[in-house]
Structure formats: C-alpha cells, structure tokens
C-alpha cells in the first residue's frame, strides 16, 4: 500500500518506529500485549531500563511481579487483571517497581487497541513519578527541574544575571473566600499577564511552592528594581476575573549573580533565605541576598555553613524540645509537638526561623528530620510512661517523605523504641504539599494502616491546603495561629476559624488550634469546639525533662 506521496506502509519498521516513539516519550516505558497468544512486546528503552533479555515474552505481566514492590503485589495482580481484562482503563493506578535495588513510584496508564480482523492488543505504559516534570501542571510555566538547567547553563558560562523569586500575597485568602478552582484560574491569569512581560533576556519559572521566579540576562541591580515594580505594577492593576478585580501585593527575595560561587540548588536556598527575610520586614521593594552577606559580615551564612556542617557530623548541637498539646474541653495535657532547636558556642542557641526555609531545600534536611524523629520517639516512650493516652506530634520534610526507604525507617524506630504507632501524628508542612497528591496520598495511606495519624500542619496558609485536605486521607488539621492572633477583636478572623473548625468536625478530622496566649483567647476558641490547642498559655517549648514535669 502507497501513500500519496509514494509513502509505503507494507515497509515500514514497525518495531523501529514504535521504538523510536517511546524513546520520545520521557520517562516512559512502553509494553504491547497480543491479547489472544499472550505474548508481550518490550519496547528497547522499557527492556534497558528494567534489564529484560528478551524482546517478545509469554506470560510476561506474571513474570514482571518480580519488580513490583512486594507491598504492592496483590494491587498489582488485581488491578492489572481487571485492565487486560478491558476494566478500569480510565482509574489511577500507582505501583513501585523495582530498578538497580531500588523502588521507584510509577503510573500505570493503559488502553485496548482493536487492529485488522478485530485481533486485540493490551497497550501499556509505565511513568516514573520520581522524576520531576519540566513544565508545571497548573501554570504551564517551566518548573524547578528546568530552573535548575537552564542556572547550570548560566553558571558554566559565567552570565551576569539578577534572579528574583516572588510570593504574591493572600493567595490563599482568595482561596478561602472563592474556592480553590477559582484561585486557580487566578494563577492561571497571572501567568498569562506575566508571559506577556518576557522578552529574550527574561524567563518566569513556576516552584513547587506555588512561587515564582525570575531570571534577567545581563541584569543587574538597577535592572532588577525596575522589572520588580513592572511586576508589582501589573499585580496591582491587571489582574481581573469574571468581574472581580484583584490588587495583588507580593514579596521578592533576590540574588545578583557576576562572580558565581554556587550551583543551582545553592541559588534556590539563598532565594528562599532571602524572600523569609523580606517577609520578616513586610518589605514593599527586593531583599537582595548580597546586601544580607555584606550589612552581616557574612555572619548569616557562617551561620547556615556551620549549621550544614553540623547536620553532616550526626546533627551535632541539634536538639528536641516540646510543646505542650492539651484537650480542648479540659485543658489538661494530651499530647507534644516536637521542635528543633540548635546550640553551639559562640552562635548560642539559635531558633529554626533562621535556617530551617533555607536546610528544607538541602538533602541533609533528610538526615536532620530522622534526627528529629528518632530523639522524640526515644523521648516520647517516657512521656508515655507518664501519661498512658500520651501522643506525639513531628513535622515530615518533603525530603523525608519523597525518599522510599523513609516509611521504613519509621516502622523500624517504633519498633526500636517500643512506641505504639496510634500514638505518633506527623505533621505534612507547607512544602509537603507541593509533592504530587497521588504519591503524598500514596505514603500516607501506607503508614496508616501501621496506625500513624497524620495532620495537615499550618491548615489554611500556603497555596494547596484546602484542596491537599480534600485529597488526601488526614486524620487532623492544624489551624495556624496566624488566624488566632487578634481574633477576639476581628470579626473575619472569626468566621474564617470557625469555619475550619467546623470543617473538620463534619468531616471527622481532629481538630487543633494554635497560638492560644491568653484565657480570654481559650474560652473564645473554645466556644467552637476543637478537639486540642496548643500555645504559650500552657507552655513554651521545653526540653524532654521539664515536661516530664508537666506530665
């Protein structure tokens, strides 16, 4: 058969072809099953990357359970049953597989094709998850995987140039008011007014925090400004939907780079540094990172450099201290929330708020929260002695919970310790949330059934909460004290707490209430009925044996 170009198709490569496109495919690995001889056809990249020998194979999805992580066998076996079967072609399906030892988070995307004489073939193809995606979903803007690339370029090259991370304000206050589809749109109509902006020597990029960042070829400080308040300028004037015109503030956090001494991931915690500081001072113009460097002395970064460096040596000066949580009806202790603290002489005790934005972006944060995990856990298991209902509350790290082996260690230290795992709550901080929901949903439900509660950590601030809490299986939620301060005078406040916490009673979620610093603040909460709450009046943070004390 010929094409109308002489385009032949009875000589056509067929396996060239289909290899070809799913080496296009990135992070993709495609398999073909003959439905009726049950014979399965492994495309080259798909058998390179799990090591299979031969091109055709019988029986094959049987044969392949010898990657599939065992907790996830019987989901397999069912699930990818029912999908030859032509079943449950459009459901999710999440399995991990095994590649070089290690088990990675993969989406199983199916389909059935009919060919010639009605002879059926079983279409699969297999995502790696844990491989970041390039544009981000929602803005259609490039994300951190092609910051990171496209820094590196600049870097090797030695380009000048000013970066400039901004976080626009009450977002998430829109959110509350209008819903999360509606803040959406919103991002999605400030990305199309910022594209606008770009010319050849600018690019806007999208975080997994929901910030953005800018990148000015051969720009400087004077360039910086004045692209900043084009910036503010279209925020404050150009933002409109449906009628509803919104005037956006936003913070900038920036980093003029000439001399390079940093690579990409080392940009990205200087920025998220730098824009806390801003947020700090409520700072209408940029807080450059190099004006932060040199009106310290560089005494800031010696800091973070030795606060690193202690991580390394076994979280040496690193240490836990307590806050207590109490019954919302009685006041008495139920619980902690564990904290970290850091001390080493001649820098003295120094508070999380100064390294903890900028240790998150670091891979160490992994080594620093089992740290935190392990010494509240041991801790914990005398408090319990104390007091029998005891609970213990630790924050996770996106860098914890994207790690496999995480859940793991978890398990293992409970059992070390001889802690009961209904008693143990961990909390999913801000940054948690930008992991993606079906992997975040995926972690959480393994520990659960272990037992492990689960809470959402600082519930209404931040870009995702609301919709993070609809979509994944929390047993609690923590209204940050943010919404508590003042409210006894403000009304907005006031409705804004009591509809979350009437949220969650609906919706079968413990409920916790933070920066309760005065009775007159505890007899109002209390009126809308949370399950705990937590602050200053009960206690300030204290270490292990002081709220043995308390108990």
Same mark, same amino acid.
């Given at each position: 058969?010929?094409g109308?170009?002489?385009?032949?198709?009875n000589?056509?490569?067929f396996?060239?072809?289909?290899?070809?496109t799913?080496?296009?495919?990135?992070?993709?690995y495609?398999?073909?099953?003959?439905?009726?001889?049950?014979?399965?056809?492994?495309?080259?990249?798909?058998?390179?990357?799990?090591?299979?020998?031969?091109?055709?194979?019988?029986?094959?999805?049987n044969?392949?359970?010898?990657?599939?992580?065992?907790?996830?066998?019987?989901?397999?076996?069912?699930?990818?049953?029912?999908?030859?079967?032509?079943?449950?072609?459009?459901?999710?399906?999440?399995?991990?597989?095994?590649h070089?030892?290690?088990?990675?988070?993969?989406?199983?995307?199916?389909?059935?094709?009919?060919?010639?004489?009605?002879?059926?073939?079983?279409?699969a193809?297999?995502k790696?998850?844990?491989?970041?995606?390039?544009?981000?979903?929602?803005?259609?803007?490039?994300?951190?995987?092609?910051?990171?690339?496209?820094?590196?370029?600049n870097? $090797?090259?030695? *380009?000048?140039? #000013? @970066?400039?991370?901004? +976080?626009?304000?009450? !977002?998430?206050?829109?959110?509350?008011?209008? &819903?999360?589809?509606?803040?959406?749109?919103?991002?999605?109509?400030?990305?199309?007014?910022?594209?606008? $902006?770009?010319? *050849?020597?600018? #690019? @806007?990029?999208?975080? +997994?925090?929901?910030? !953005?960042?800018f990148?000015?070829r051969?720009? &400087?400080?004077?360039?910086?400004?004045?692209?900043?308040?084009k910036?503010?300028?279209?925020?404050?004037?150009?933002?409109?939907i449906?009628g509803?015109?919104?005037?956006?503030?936003?913070?900038?956090?920036g980093?003029?780079?000439?001399d390079?001494?940093?690579?990409?991931?080392?940009?990205?915690?200087?920025?998220?540094?730098?824009?806390?500081?801003?947020?700090e001072?409520?700072?209408?113009?940029i807080?450059?990172?190099?004006?932060?460097?040199?009106?310290?002395?560089?005494?800031?970064?010696e800091?973070?450099?030795?606060?690193?460096q202690?991580?390394?040596?076994?979280?040496?000066?690193?240490?836990?201290?307590?806050?207590?949580?109490?019954?919302?009806?009685?006041?008495?202790?139920?619980?902690?929330?564990?904290?970290?603290?850091?001390k080493?002489?001649?820098?003295?005790?120094v508070?999380?708020?100064?390294?903890?934005?900028?240790?998150?972006?670091?891979?160490?944060?992994?080594?620093?929260?089992?740290?935190?995990?392990?010494?509240?856990?041991?801790?914990?298991?005398?408090?319990?002695?104390?007091?029998?209902?005891?609970?213990?509350?630790?924050?996770?790290s996106?860098?914890q919970?994207?790690r496999?082996?995480f859940?793991?260690?978890?398990?293992?230290?409970?059992?070390?310790?001889?802690?009961?795992?209904?008693?143990?709550?961990?909390?999913i901080?801000?940054?948690?949330?930008?992991?993606?929901?079906?992997?975040?949903?995926?972690?959480?439900?393994?520990m659960?059934?272990?037992?492990?509660?689960?809470?959402?950590?600082?519930?209404?601030t931040?870009?995702?909460?609301a919709?993070?809490?609809?979509?994944?299986p929390?047993?609690?939620?923590?209204?940050?004290?943010?919404?508590?301060?003042?409210?006894?005078?403000n009304?907005?406040?006031?409705?804004?707490?009591?509809?979350?916490?009437?949220?969650?009673?609906?919706a079968?979620l413990?409920?916790c209430?933070?920066?309760?610093?005065?009775?007159?603040?505890?007899?109002?909460?209390?009126?809308?009925?949370?399950?705990?709450m937590?602050?200053?009046?009960?206690?300030?943070?204290?270490?292990?044996?002081?709220?043995?004390?308390?108990?």
């Open positions: 058969m010929e109308s170009r002489g385009f032949d198709l000589v056509l490569d396996s060239g072809i289909l290899n070809k799913a080496d296009l495919i990135k992070d993709s495609v398999f073909i099953t003959d439905t009726e001889s049950d014979i399965t056809y492994i495309t080259d990249k798909a058998a390179q990357y799990f090591n299979i020998k031969e091109q055709f194979c019988h029986d094959f999805y044969k392949f359970k010898k990657y599939v992580n065992p907790y996830d066998i019987e989901e397999y076996e069912r699930e990818m049953s029912r999908r030859i079967n032509g079943e449950a072609l459009s459901e999710e399906l999440w399995i991990q597989f095994k070089k030892e290690e088990y990675y988070m993969f989406e199983i995307s199916a389909g059935i094709y009919k060919g010639q004489n009605n002879k059926g073939y079983f279409v193809s297999l790696n998850m844990n491989v970041a995606p390039e544009i981000d979903a929602l803005t259609d803007l490039f994300g951190r995987v092609r910051f990171e690339k496209d820094m590196d370029y870097i $090797k090259i030695g *380009r000048k140039t #000013a @970066v400039i991370e901004v +976080e626009i304000d009450h !977002l998430n206050d829109i959110k509350m008011v209008y &819903g999360s589809k509606f803040a959406d749109r919103l991002q999605k109509n400030i990305t199309i007014s910022l594209i606008y $902006k770009m010319d *050849r020597n600018s #690019a @806007v990029y999208r975080l +997994e925090n929901s910030n !953005l960042v990148v000015l051969y720009a &400087g400080r004077s360039e910086a400004l004045s692209y900043i308040a910036i503010r300028k279209l925020l404050e004037n150009d933002i409109e449906d509803t015109h919104f005037e956006l503030k936003c913070y900038a956090g980093i003029l780079l000439d390079y001494d940093c690579m990409a991931d080392e940009i990205i915690s200087r920025l998220e540094y730098t824009l806390a500081r801003s947020k001072k409520k700072r209408i113009d807080v450059f990172f190099n004006d932060l460097v040199r009106v310290n002395g560089g005494n800031g970064m800091i973070l450099k030795v606060i690193h202690s991580v390394l040596n076994g979280c040496d000066g690193f240490f836990v201290v307590y806050q207590t949580i109490v019954n919302a009806d009685t006041g008495k202790i139920a619980g902690a929330e564990a904290l970290i603290r850091w080493k002489e001649p820098y003295g005790v508070s999380p708020g100064l390294f903890i934005d900028w240790i998150e972006e670091n891979p160490c944060m992994y080594e620093l929260g089992n740290f935190i995990l392990e010494s509240a856990i041991k801790d914990s298991a005398y408090f319990l002695k104390e007091n029998p209902d005891f609970f213990i509350n630790i924050n996770v996106a860098k919970l994207e496999l082996e859940k793991d260690f978890v398990l293992d230290i409970l059992k070390k310790y001889n802690f009961p795992a209904n008693h143990l709550c961990l909390e901080t801000e940054r948690c949330r930008d992991l993606p929901v079906k992997l975040l949903r995926k972690e959480i439900m393994y659960q059934v272990e037992g492990i509660h689960f809470a959402m950590d600082d519930y209404g931040g870009s995702s909460s919709s993070t809490v609809i979509q994944v929390f047993n609690e939620i923590k209204i940050d004290m943010s919404f508590v301060t003042g409210i006894t005078e009304k907005k406040q006031q409705a804004m707490v009591k509809q979350m916490i009437d949220f969650g009673n609906d079968g413990n409920t209430v933070e920066g309760i610093d005065s009775e007159k603040v505890q007899d109002y909460i209390r009126k809308l009925n949370p399950t705990w937590q602050g200053y009046l009960y206690s300030k943070p204290v270490v292990a044996d002081d709220l043995i004390k308390l108990l």
